[in-house]
């Protein structure tokens, strides 16, 4: 089991919760209320920073239901927490894309995170040819 120190930006933020035997995804809230015009872009601030343990980072996704609730898109498709980012001030936050007029109230839940081990060093080498034969792709295995 990992602990992990979590600040909230404010005492009526939603704590964080691993919930046992749903899904090990942790929800994150819209830390003030959005409001937001067809086409716009906005930060929505989640209302914590995190100390992510040594050799970890996190990845944050959209909740399956966020769309046909607020009608938002996360604008970088998928977030990425670096261990890095763990000053008092590194609040979380998720860009999204307004498809619609939209409210998002204060305690929304709209996203959604895990922690990822960190995939070992790589080393790059340029090379002329693969051994390997072409696999193909982009539709090439049939529809
Ligand atoms: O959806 C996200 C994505 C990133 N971050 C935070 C954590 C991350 O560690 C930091 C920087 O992200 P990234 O390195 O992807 O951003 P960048 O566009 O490359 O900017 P920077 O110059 O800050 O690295 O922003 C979020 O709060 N939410």
Redesign the pocket.
């Known amino acids: 089991m990992e602990t992990i120190r979590v600040k909230y930006f404010s005492d009526d933020s939603p704590r964080l919760c691993y919930v046992e035997g749903k899904s090990d995804w942790i929800d994150l809230s819209a830390a003030e209320d959005v409001t937001l015009s067809a086409g716009e872009f906005r930060l929505i601030p989640?209302g914590i920073a995190v100390a992510l343990p040594e050799g970890y980072e996190a990845h944050?996704v959209p909740r399956s239901s966020t769309f046909k609730n607020y009608g938002i898109l996360?604008a970088?498709s998928m977030?990425?927490?670096?261990w890095?980012?763990r000053g008092s001030g590194?609040?979380?936050?998720?860009?999204v894309y307004a498809t619609r007029n939209t409210s998002i109230p204060k305690g929304s839940r709209i996203c959604q995170f895990r922690i990822m081990a960190h995939q070992p060093r790589l080393v790059f080498e340029t090379c002329t040819s693969l051994e390997e034969s072409d696999r193909g792709g982009f539709g090439s295995t049939g529809k």
């Not at 977030?79 to 670096?82: A, K, N």
């Open positions: 989640l944050i996360q970088n977030g990425v927490v670096d890095s980012y590194d609040e979380w936050r998720m860009p």
